[in-house]
């Protein structure tokens, strides 16, 4: 089984409780490990993302704490490889179901597919 740390947990301060809630149970029945990359998020940061086509919208979700970006962890660094990003997101959506919390995942999305990011749904989660 597999914990967050602490670098992980400091990157979830000002996240939506609910999301949090999800990425803990979501660390404990993963089959690969994972980090947290980032939150919370200053508009700044977004711009700066977005300027850099990293991002596809300056009104992101991680500045209002309703998204994180996770990375898949292995040996000691983060990989990009999307069949990790698969077993997250599985991860993350049994979580979810289970504690009865709407998430989307951007890998889903069909324009930019964003194997890391995850967000509270929209319709519940304005």
């Known amino acids: 089984m597999y914990k967050l740390g602490d670098r992980s947990r400091q990157r979830l301060k000002g996240v939506h409780e609910?999301?949090?809630?999800?990425?803990?149970r979501a660390i404990e029945?993963?089959?690969i490990d994972f980090t947290v990359l980032e939150g919370l998020?200053?508009?700044?940061?977004q711009k700066a993302l977005?300027?850099?086509d990293a991002s596809q919208?300056?009104?992101g979700r991680h500045i209002t704490g309703h998204a994180v970006d996770l990375g898949a962890w292995v040996e000691d660094e983060v990989r990009w490889d999307w069949p990790l990003y698969r077993k997250?997101?599985?991860?993350?959506?049994?979580?979810?179901k289970e504690l009865n919390?709407?998430?989307v995942w951007g890998g889903d999305w069909k324009g930019?597919?964003?194997?890391?990011?995850?967000?509270?749904?929209?319709?519940?989660y304005p």
């Open 112 to 124: 930019f597919p964003d194997g890391p990011h995850f967000e509270l749904d929209r319709r519940k």
């Open 88 to 96: 997250i997101a599985k991860a993350m959506k049994e979580a979810a």
């Open 50 to 52: 977005f300027e850099a």
């Open 29 to 31: 029945i993963t089959t």
């Open 101 to 103: 919390v709407a998430i």
């Open 57 to 59: 919208t300056l009104n």
């Open 18 to 24: 609910d999301l949090v809630k999800v990425v803990e």
């Open 41 to 45: 998020r200053t508009p700044e940061r």
